[in-house]
């Protein structure tokens, strides 16, 4: 079970860190991401990390913006999201996935999903 937290709602140029935790698996086996969604559309690619979280990936609209991160003996995932704007508001969705050795920006590299949490940037 994975579990995020940490959405909410901020002006534009703000920053939001997002948390995504589970117990009962070897969390340093899986590769996590974390993906959005916004109402008719399909749920967009954000970052993803390998699970020795020595790769990341990000989507082009939040390079240089949003820090995707990882602490093994913690269980958790983190996403660290600064200058945010108003296209960012979403529901933010944290996913794990098998064969951790390798990150995956595709919803079908993840096998377990998380509730989502919400974002909302108001200009």
């Known amino acids: 079970q994975l579990q995020a937290s940490g959405g909410g709602s901020v002006q534009a140029g703000g920053s939001l860190r997002l948390s995504c935790v589970t117990s009962?698996?070897?969390?340093?086996?899986?590769?996590m991401g974390w993906f959005r969604r916004t109402p008719g559309k399909e749920r967009e690619f954000v970052a993803c990390?390998?699970?020795?979280?020595?790769?990341?990936d990000y989507a082009d609209s939040v390079k240089g913006r949003f820090t995707i991160s990882r602490d093994n003996a913690q269980n958790a995932m983190y996403l660290q999201m600064n200058s945010l704007r108003p296209e960012d508001t979403a529901d933010y969705y944290c996913?794990?996935?098998?064969?951790?050795?390798?990150?995956?920006?595709?919803?079908?590299?993840?096998?377990?999903w998380g509730q989502g949490t919400q974002v909302t940037v108001s200009s």
């Open positions: 009962g698996r070897t969390f340093r086996n899986y590769r």
């Open positions: 996913a794990a996935g098998d064969a951790g050795d390798y990150y995956s920006t595709s919803t079908k590299g993840y096998d377990y």
């Open positions: 990390i390998s699970g020795s979280g020595g790769s990341t």
